[in-house]
């Protein structure tokens, strides 16, 4: 079989003593000259047979790994992928003060706590990133204290859907409000909430807008 370069014996050492194997009896049960695996030796071939045999017997070893270097050690195991893959699937719910994070591309939500993550099947494909939760009553009876809110992040800040509702992240805070036009300063929004007796409508800066999510679902809570 083709020869394989070192540093792979290197890798093989680390993994023996990763596994606290005594090394002599690795080296005896593998057919391997103990002597090669030390010194200047370190720097010779590894035959691939030698590879195949250690890959078959330790199917734990990261083959990719192994030869190359790169990755890890040891395979994922298939209950650790299955909740990765579980984990990007649910949706997290978020504070709301961290939704200009969500609002950047570049941002992993993996970086987040997604223990409070929902899986909603109906939320799928509307571009949903994240969820937070209402405080207060301004958006009432639409959404109520405590409620869930849905949140598909925009990048694009030159369009909005009049009367729709929006969480804003602002130089003052974050708010969530329905936006309109403002009918004397195209450079500034209306924002409208639902309970119109105890808050009346507000003009806020473009820039000071400094993330925007549309909001695309609700969870109520009784």
Same mark, same amino acid.
């Given at each position: 079989?083709?020869?394989?370069?070192?540093?792979?014996?290197?890798?093989?050492?680390?993994y023996?003593?990763?596994?606290?194997?005594?090394?002599k009896?690795?080296?005896a049960?593998?057919?391997?000259?103990?002597?090669?695996? &030390?010194?200047k030796?370190?720097?010779?071939?590894?035959g691939g047979?030698?590879?195949?045999?250690?890959?078959?017997? #330790?199917?734990?070893?990261?083959?990719?790994w192994?030869?190359?270097?790169?990755?890890?050690?040891?395979?994922?195991?298939r209950?650790?992928?299955?909740?990765?893959i579980?984990?990007?699937?649910?949706?997290?719910?978020?504070?709301?003060?961290?939704?200009a994070?969500f609002? &950047?591309?570049?941002?992993?939500?993996?970086?987040?706590d997604?223990s409070?993550?929902?899986?909603?099947?109906?939320?799928?494909?509307?571009?949903?990133? #994240?969820f937070?939760?209402?405080?207060?009553s301004?958006?009432?009876p639409? #959404?109520?204290?405590?409620?869930?809110?849905?949140?598909?992040?925009?990048?694009?800040?030159?369009?909005?859907?009049?009367?729709?509702?929006?969480?804003?992240?602002?130089?003052?805070?974050?708010v969530?409000? &329905?936006?309109?036009?403002?009918?004397?300063?195209?450079?500034?929004?209306e924002?409208?909430s639902?309970?119109?007796d105890?808050?009346?409508?507000?003009?806020i800066?473009k820039?000071?807008?400094?993330?925007?999510?549309?909001?695309?679902?609700?969870i109520?809570?009784?």
């Open positions: 079989m083709d020869k394989i370069l070192a540093p792979i014996k290197q890798r093989i050492i680390q023996i003593e990763y596994k606290n194997f005594e090394k009896s690795f080296y049960l593998h057919a391997l000259s103990a002597s090669n695996f &030390r010194g030796s370190l720097e010779s071939e590894v047979d030698v590879i195949a045999k250690i890959s078959t017997s #330790y199917s734990e070893i990261n083959l990719e192994l030869l190359t270097g790169k990755g890890k050690m040891l395979k994922e195991k209950e650790d992928i299955d909740a990765e579980k984990q990007i699937n649910e949706i997290p719910l978020i504070p709301i003060e961290a939704m994070d609002g &950047r591309e570049e941002q992993q939500i993996a970086e987040y997604n409070n993550g929902y899986k909603i099947p109906e939320l799928e494909g509307k571009g949903v990133k #994240y937070i939760r209402v405080s207060g301004s958006m009432h639409k #959404y109520s204290n405590g409620d869930l809110l849905a949140c598909k992040p925009l990048h694009d800040l030159s369009f909005f859907q009049w009367g729709k509702t929006y969480v804003l992240d602002t130089e003052q805070g974050a969530v409000k &329905r936006l309109f036009p403002c009918a004397d300063n195209e450079e500034y929004l924002c409208h639902d309970n119109k105890h808050y009346p409508p507000f003009k800066p820039t000071s807008v400094k993330a925007v999510s549309i909001v695309v679902g609700v109520t809570l009784e």
